[in-house]
């Protein structure tokens, strides 16, 4: 039996081709298909009514009842669940969720800032995906984008904040401050002047803050551990039982926040200060996410949240609610 072909897949497709005027060969290099799959992937988009006289994503005709019931158990002011295939196996589910929730995140967030002056920007694979999908807008050069936090490592774009601000910035017509500063620095290492005006800078913009737009990490572990990061301190990380990260702050269950202690000085606007900027969108999905954003979404480090329908279910069975599917199948 031939499988049926991810719908956030198609979507993109639709989006590209009859919104962006992509031509299909475009399209098949963006996505590493042949032209012929995509003729076919068209059709069945116009088969499922994605392509209709708009082109618009399934959640976007009405809320669900599965986000509804988030929305309330949660206490968020909006919930967007994306739908993946239940039947992803352990290797393939990270991508197709942050395609999926990428996807969802390019076409919200333009309607969810349009009213902002100043945007802070967290980093992560789902948020770096996300820059890559958005269409062009004229958000205004009113918009300014931040960072809330510093680079890290050397090969991994995930992790190079300056890169999403300026896709961010670019594709929303509008501006990007950057910052040269490492997320982690040796304790013994003093800012020069040149990087304290820099820094104070930084400040004033993260003290004005309309709106903030994060990803939050899994637990901890070899593989997805910042590369500065020592493996004293992920033994130590697992030891307290953290369960998730959000600008490379890691929490436990009962909302403590891990400390570097002598180590490490870190560059990264505060979590805690989170609950006081108006509106925290978070980008993430994945099952093993799904304790790290109930505990957040309880701390109120995000009051938006954008996810997929595997993790909606997991978070739904965390909090003993019924298992409600209705328009994420």
């Known amino acids: 039996m031939s499988r049926s072909p991810d719908i956030m897949l198609l979507y993109r497709i639709a989006q590209y081709y009859y919104k962006e005027k992509k031509s299909q060969n475009e399209i098949a290099m963006i996505e590493n298909i042949s032209r012929s799959q995509i003729s076919r992937l068209l059709n069945r988009a ?16 009405g809320k669900t009842e599965m986000e509804a019931v988030l929305e309330s158990a949660l206490n968020l002011r909006d919930v967007v669940v994306v739908p993946v295939s239940a039947s992803l196996s352990e290797q393939d589910e990270p991508s197709a ?23 802070g920007i967290g980093w992560g694979r789902t948020m770096y995906t996300t820059s890559l999908m958005l269409s062009y807008s004229n958000m205004g050069n009113e918009l300014t984008y931040v960072p809330l936090i510093g680079l890290s490592g050397a090969t991994e774009p995930y992790l190079q904040i300056n890169t999403i601000v300026d896709r961010i910035a670019e594709k929303h017509k509008a501006r990007g401050y950057y910052t040269g500063m490492p997320a982690f620095r040796e304790i013994t290492a003093s800012l020069t002047d040149i990087e304290s005006s820099r820094m104070e800078k930084l400040r004033q913009y993260w003290s004005s803050l309309d709106a903030a737009v994060v990803g939050l990490g899994a637990p901890p572990t070899d593989e997805n551990i910042f590369p500065e990061i020592s493996p004293e301190h992920l033994s130590m990380m697992e030891e307290k039982n953290t369960c998730g990260d959000i600008l490379a702050q890691y929490f436990t269950e009962d909302g403590s926040i891990y400390g570097y202690g002598d180590d490490y000085n870190q560059l990264a606007f505060n979590i805690l200060n989170l609950q006081s900027v108006p509106d925290v969108i978070c980008l993430a999905g994945g099952r093993k996410k799904a304790q790290g954003i109930v505990v957040a979404a309880k701390l109120r480090y995000f009051n938006r949240l954008i996810t997929d329908s595997e993790t909606a279910k997991r978070i739904m069975f965390l909090l003993n609610l019924s298992n409600i599917g209705a328009g994420v199948s």
């Open 97 to 119: 969720v942050i395609d999926a929730i990428g996807t969802a995140a390019a076409s919200y967030l333009p309607r969810a800032l349009k009213d902002c002056r100043t945007v």
């Open 46 to 61: 116009e088969e499922m009514e994605i392509v209709r006289f708009e082109v618009s994503l399934p959640h976007e005709i």
